[in-house]
């Protein structure tokens, strides 16, 4: 399965920015669709995460200003982040999780990671 991200891109502190990925491929289901990210020198952390359900859960960091959706028909998701801040500026990846076509009458599970997108926060 395949992850591909758009958006991005270089925003002033305060500003908003649109992030979206979209999955192909053998899809079967996907049960979670998240976004990470990660910047210089420090590890890949959770920004926010939907199940098919529509349950999310946002990192504190982003909490109040970050709003994740998912289209299960298009098997994309979106992530919102309104008032920017410098420490914002990370590369960000999607991801998600699920079963994915093996054969006719076969699933098997995945995990993929879209390409990183970098966003450039100023103040």
């Known amino acids: 399965v395949q992850l591909q991200a758009s958006g991005g891109g270089l925003v002033q502190a305060g500003g908003s920015l649109r992030l979206s990925c979209a999955a192909s491929?053998?899809?079967?289901?996907?049960?979670?669709m998240g976004w990470y990210r990660q910047a210089p020198g420090k590890q890949r952390e959770l920004v926010a995460f939907?199940?098919?359900?529509?349950?999310?859960n946002y990192a504190d960091s982003v909490k109040g200003r970050a709003t994740i959706s998912r289209d299960n028909a298009k098997n994309t998701v979106n992530l919102q982040v309104d008032s920017l801040k410098p420490e914002d500026t990370a590369v960000y990846y999607c991801?998600?999780?699920?079963?994915?076509?093996?054969?006719?009458?076969?699933?098997?599970?995945?995990?993929?990671w879209g390409q990183g997108t970098q966003v450039t926060v100023s103040s």
């Open positions: 939907i199940t098919s359900g529509s349950v999310t």
């Open positions: 991801n998600a999780e699920g079963l994915r076509r093996v054969s006719e009458f076969s699933v098997t599970s995945f995990a993929s």
């Open positions: 491929g053998s899809i079967f289901r996907i049960n979670v």
